[in-house]
T-cell receptor
């Protein structure tokens, strides 16, 4: 079984719709992250959480929100999706010592 | 602020050696990572450097010079499957901070 899973893997939606992307992990890591990746722009950090009661904004948090439901679950929401949120979204977990990050398989989101 | 630079694209021939450079300017430094990412897939960890010098792991090696803000990833005996994007990422600041990723270097290995 995969250590970091994301659902859905692909999603097509329309402008203005609310979307939730879910991430679960079995690695036992406290730290979880959400990134988006656009062609030519690399990975950009949206939100991160160092434990269940800790939520922090990343470099591009506008238009997004998150929920850390448990140590193993970290969800990303787009309250009102817009076309420029079309991207590949990755969830990752990190260990405390080196912060080596382990990535989920990604969710490809298209907003029409 | 954080700034990480790496070449956009590189090409090499199967069996050859290629060096992918990464320079960084960050507020603090607590380690540098290299990740490999095949198209449409998740990044996977390749190497980690926190002290100056060379770390070798099979066909892949990574070098760090903290005084120069410089790292490179060396890939030997290139194989077609090494065609991928290579991401340099820096853990800056102090304590438990986040990673800042470069935009990645797309490596194309040809026969």
């Amino acid at each position: 079984d995969a250590d970091v899973t994301q659902t859905p893997r692909n999603r097509i939606t329309k402008t203005g719709k609310r979307i939730m992307l879910e991430c679960s992990q079995t690695k036992g890591h406290d730290r979880m992250y959400w990134y988006r990746q656009d062609p030519g722009l690399g990975l950009q950090l949206i939100y991160y959480s160092f434990d269940v009661k800790d939520i922090n904004k990343g470099e591009i948090s506008d238009g997004y929100s998150v929920s850390r439901q448990a140590q193993a679950k970290f969800s990303l929401s787009l309250e009102s999706a817009i076309p420029n949120q079309t991207a590949l979204y990755f969830c990752a977990t990190g260990d405390r010592v080196r912060n080596e990050q382990f990535f989920g398989p990604g969710t490809r989101l298209t907003v029409l | 602020g954080q700034n990480i630079d790496q070449p956009t694209e590189m090409t090499a021939t199967e069996g050859a050696i290629v060096q992918i450079n990464c320079t960084y300017q960050t507020s603090g430094f607590n380690g540098l990572f290299w990740y490999q990412q095949h198209a449409g897939e998740a990044p996977t960890f390749l190497s980690y450097n926190v002290l100056d010098g060379l770390e070798e792991k099979g066909r892949f090696s990574s070098f760090l010079s903290r005084s120069k803000g410089y790292s490179y990833l060396l890939l030997k005996e290139l194989q077609m499957k090494d065609s991928a994007s290579y991401l340099c990422a820096v853990r800056g600041g102090s304590g438990y901070s986040t990673l800042t990723f470069g935009k990645g270097t797309m490596l194309l290995v040809s026969p």
